[in-house]
C-alpha cells in the first residue's frame, strides 16, 4: 500500500519559516520525482517544486530564493524548507510522487500552511 504522509504544516506569521515533510513507503523512492503542490481556497492546485531522482530542483518563479527543496533517500522523505513565508503562501500542500514514465502517480493528503501577515 503506497503512502505519501505530509507534515510540518502550521500557522506562523509572515517573514517566518516552516519545514515541511513528506514521508512515503510502498514506493522505491528513490526512483521517483518528487513534487510539491499548494491549493489555496478557491485556486487551482499549483506546482511549488519539484526533484528529481539525481536532486535537480524546479522552483515556481513565485517561490525561488525562499523555499529550498530536497530529499533524503535513505528515509524515503522529501523536505520543503520554507523562509520568508509570505501570507499568499497560505495554502494546503500537498506531496506528489511520479515514477519513471508516469505509471505511478500518488499524492499526499495535504497540510495546512496558514501565514498571517
Known amino acids: 500500500q503506497v503512502q505519501l504522509v505530509e507534515s510540518g504544516g502550521a500557522l506562523v506569521q509572515a517573514g517566518g519559516s516552516l519545514r515541511l515533510s513528506c514521508a512515503t513507503s510502498g514506493i522505491v523512492f528513490r526512483i521517483y520525482t518528487m513534487g510539491w503542490y499548494r491549493q489555496a481556497p478557491g485556486k487551482q492546485r499549483e506546482l511549488v517544486a519539484t526533484i528529481t531522482t539525481r536532486s535537480s530542483t524546479v522552483y515556481d518563479d513565485n517561490v525561488k530564493g525562499r523555499f529550498t527543496n530536497s530529499r533524503d533517500n535513505a528515509k524515503n522523505t522529501v523536505y520543503l524548507q520554507m523562509n520568508s513565508l509570505k501570507p499568499d503562501d497560505t495554502a494546503v500542500y500537498y506531496c506528489?510522487?511520479?515514477?519513471?514514465?508516469?505509471?505511478?502517480?500518488?499524492w499526499g493528503q495535504g497540510t495546512q500552511v496558514t501565514v498571517s501577515s
Open positions: 506528489n510522487a511520479q515514477s519513471p514514465g508516469n505509471l505511478g502517480n500518488w
